[in-house]
């Protein structure tokens, strides 16, 4: 990672994403965006990743012990899950699905992290199997993730709530490619003079969905 440019790094998705947030909200735009940018970063993360980081990795479908902290997504990122979840659901496991969020939106709405923490709710799109139900369009700051320790993890949260801490060992290059691919984003959203303020991510993913409904029934 020593000499990996990211302030460069963070131009170039900028200038990349660009061009396709004009009109992001039709589905196919918002696709667009968030295909090129994430297949950009995964790509280049494979690159920069030696077989030794990645055999260091721990974690795993069927962990989903972090899925339960604030994870903050920009508005395209939000577009796309939801579409996303419209492509893959049935209609009556999205109505399912939607009465979770709004249960979920209650439960937590106005937590800071630590409180989040604390109430111990699982994301909504972590499954029975401890995996992630939208793993292919999943926020880029849950990619920003990684463990080197699913024990640390579970540690960590368990002793977070007591006011302690405990350290978990990342990949410090996964985290900070995907935090300014997070912040490149944002910019070039900027640059359209779009609100780049991150949100909840089931508040977030929540009006989309709704929205989406209600220009169907208009149609
Ligand atoms: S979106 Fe997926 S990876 Fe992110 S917190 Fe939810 S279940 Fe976990």
Known sequence: MDNFDFIAYHKQIRRMVKPHLVDFE??????????????????????????????????????????????????????????????????????????????????????????RIAVRKNCVFLDEAGSCSIYPVRPLLCRSITSTSAADCRDALAMHVFGESKPVMMNLMQKNLMNVAFQGLASAMEDHGLDAHGQELTAAVLPVLVEREASKELC
């Open 26 to 115: 039709r589905s196919s735009s918002a696709e667009a965006a968030m295909t090129s940018l994430l297949g950009r970063v995964e790509d280049d993360l494979e690159q920069r990743l030696t077989h030794e980081d990645r055999c260091r990795v721990a974690c795993r479908a069927g962990c989903g012990s972090c899925c339960r902290v604030n994870v903050a997504v920009l508005r395209p990122e939000a577009v796309n899950i939801a579409d996303y979840l419209r492509k893959t659901r049935s209609m009556s496991a999205l109505r399912e699905l939607k009465q979770r969020m709004k249960a979920l939106c209650v439960a937590i709405s106005g937590l800071d992290d630590d409180e």
